[in-house]
């Protein structure tokens, strides 16, 4: 089915309308390490937060960022993935952690790469600023600039929960910066976050509208082991959502209702996450593949007439 076919704007294809071609991201680690981690914010992270989990395998902040886009374009293409552009994408820990000379060495060095068109940086509302978003801007002139903000979720109690270190006002002022900029934003959310209902993160899709993304993620919590909130899974595990046999169905009915109540210009990038099964303790869908919880949203979205925002 292609993008224009599916029930819902798809990430895909809208950065491929936005850029002119088929697009690859090629993540990269920059080693600018978590604030909520050294003590800038906290200490000890999100209590959610396995940092292996983050970064493919060809990804080594030991190397550098020319290094690694050299070895990321190889893993695609010994897998027989060829773009028409390749897009640097700064994903693990906190991109713009950092003064904004040593940003700027980071950002450059990557987009002076000879098949690298743009670059997308992820990052924390809390850690952003005028400079630094002065830096971004300065950069868009001549490439494809975009940030993507860890959010993970509206609500202030569940933010201070999972120790996130950032509330919802602060998320809502960093994209309005940035999209003031001209600059595409996008956001994570974790759906299955401790004492959040059903109903909680339905309420909440009225509120990520009003954010006027470019672009979402949505992935089911995933409990990896030797996190804080592993111990409390197994303390308290009537506290989370997805957490019994019949996850995998609530899980897609959970989606299909918050796409059909999401703006339709906002694309959606992602509706699960992976991770390496030795780092999980659990996982709402066992052995079964996003692919094939993706296939599910849209067979039943196609097959029910259901499509992004007709409940706006």
């Not at 809502?172 to 956001?187: E, F, S």
């Not at 918050?258 to 996982?283: D, G, Q, W």
Request: hydrophobic fraction near 35%; aromatic fraction near 8%; include cysteine.
């Amino acid at each position: 089915m292609s993008p224009e076919q599916l029930p819902y704007n798809d990430y895909g294809g809208a950065i491929r309308r936005r850029l002119g071609g088929r697009v690859q991201k090629l993540a990269i680690d920059a080693g600018l390490g978590c604030p909520n981690r050294d003590g800038t914010i906290a200490y000890g992270g999100c209590s959610f937060c396995c940092g292996e989990a983050f970064s493919p395998s060809y990804c080594r902040q030991t190397q550098s960022i020319t290094k690694q886009l050299d070895s990321a374009l190889e893993f695609h293409h010994n897998r027989g993935r060829r773009s028409d552009i390749y897009i640097a994408y700064l994903q693990a820990g906190t991109n713009t952690h950092a003064p904004v000379d040593m940003l700027e060495r980071v950002y450059l060095e990557a987009l002076s790469h000879p098949q690298i068109s743009g670059i997308i940086i992820g990052t924390r509302p809390d850690c952003i600023d005028s400079d630094k978003l002065q830096l971004l801007a300065y950069l868009r002139q001549q490439y494809y600039v975009a940030v993507e903000y860890g959010i993970e979720s509206i609500y202030d109690a569940t933010l201070s929960h999972v120790n996130r270190g950032h509330t919802f006002a602060e998320a809502i002022d960093a994209v309005a910066r940035t999209k003031a900029l001209g600059i595409d934003v996008g956001a994570h959310f974790i759906l299955g976050l401790p004492n959040e209902s059903r109903d909680d993160i339905i309420r909440g899709i009225d509120s990520i509208n009003t954010l006027n993304l470019n672009s979402i993620k949505f992935h089911q919590l995933q409990i990896y082991r030797n996190t804080p909130i592993a111990a409390e899974w197994r303390e308290h595990p009537d506290i989370f959502l997805f957490g019994d046999t019949e996850a995998t169905e609530r899980y897609i009915s959970l989606l299909i209702d918050i796409i059909r109540r999401l703006r339709p210009e906002t694309a959606i990038e992602r509706f699960t996450s992976e991770a390496p099964r030795h780092l999980l303790l659990h996982s709402p869908f066992g052995g079964i593949r996003p692919d094939i919880i993706r296939h599910e949203v849209i067979r039943r979205m196609v097959e029910a007439g259901y499509t992004q925002g007709d409940l706006l």
